[in-house]
């Protein structure tokens, strides 16, 4: 039946499916970190539905919090209308806000995915300034409708400006550390100032606090708020796209919240909804001088998303998810990087909290002194494979697709940490056969 399942799905579904192709699973049954497929296999899920399952898949006060609106009898769909659902999420939502932001915030339900959040949050800022174009980074990624896609690095499109991301290991300027960081922010500062570049007409700037899709790079707290004052300073609004950083991830309940800048607009998704689809902009309310019906959409808010939601934010808040993932993470990073000291073809490990990327290089080809190796793609894909086999479900990222990612729930236990480390680490041995 699995194998059926799998041939049947590959012969009908797009070629554009992705996470399908590099892992042949069929799940039917899952708990915590653990799925388990149709073949009778179990899995550690360090993908976690990308980065949406911070209490891991199933987690019983999430159904308990479906459950209670399924059987009370409340509408499942109603637009946008106000609903006791909704005015509970929405409370929690903002309890959990940087408190500069939610003493004066405004939130407008989008959706269902992240990509509607970026969409509505460029259409706000441009509303609101009056201004047209959009900055965005290197190596980001802000989703696949025409704006966001726009905004995500590696595309092309008139309307968006890149500037430099201080990546740390392969550094634009090739420095890294501080002093790559402080270049990129210089860089953002004169771009700005130029009259003749058209980045005067800037509506926003927007950033990821961790870039996760484009490799899991961290963005310096230091840089974070240079970059802040510089937007400030041209009222340039802030938007931080806290789609895969939200919620504990990083170690901190928000991105934002390890540099303390308080962003004008939030993007939020993924683990908002409790592993049900939802995205929210959440906004300074002097931004709020958009039309209605600025930013329509029929499924906005949906009720079950908000339930599973709220139960997931009070959750992480209440038991301090944030600071696990914090602990966790420095532990797994630690514990990776001694690994890692051994092996030529590894040539980074990088992450924040339970944010965890290592980049696959190729250690013999020629490169330039004080030049990291080129990405190894093969090798990653090798490893993900491995992974697999041994029961660990992991993802790939950055430019290149030679950064293996794990995003792992939140809830994960230090056994099933040392389970992860124990697979990862074999895999990795492996590939250097
Ligand atoms: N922004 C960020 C930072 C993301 O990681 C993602 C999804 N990986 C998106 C936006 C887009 O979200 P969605 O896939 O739900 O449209």
Redesign the pocket.
Known sequence: AHLGILRRQASRESAARTYARSLPIVPVRARGVTIEGADGRRYLDCLSG??TLALGHNHPVVLEAVRKVLDSGAPLHVLDLATPVKDAFTTELFATLPPALASRARVQFCGP????A?EAALTLTRTATGRPGVLAFTGA????TAG?LAASGGARDGGVTRLPFPHDYRCPFGVGGEQGAELAARWTESLLDDAKSGIPDAACLLV?PVQ??GGVNPAPDAWLRRIRRITEERSVPLIA?E???GVGRTGRFWGVDHSGIVPDVM?L??AIGGSLPL?VVVYREDLDVWEPGAHAGTFRGNQLAMAAGAATLAYVRENGLADRAATLGARLLGRLREFAAGYPFIGDVRGLGLMIGVELVDPTADTAAGTPPPPAPGIAAAVQRACLDRGLIVELGGRHSAVVRLLPPLTLTDEQADAVLDRLTDALAGAAQ
């Open positions: 990308a980065g995915a992240g990509t509607d970026v990624y802000h989703g696949m966001a990821e996760g899709e796209d789609v895969q950083t993007v998704s993924k995205a």
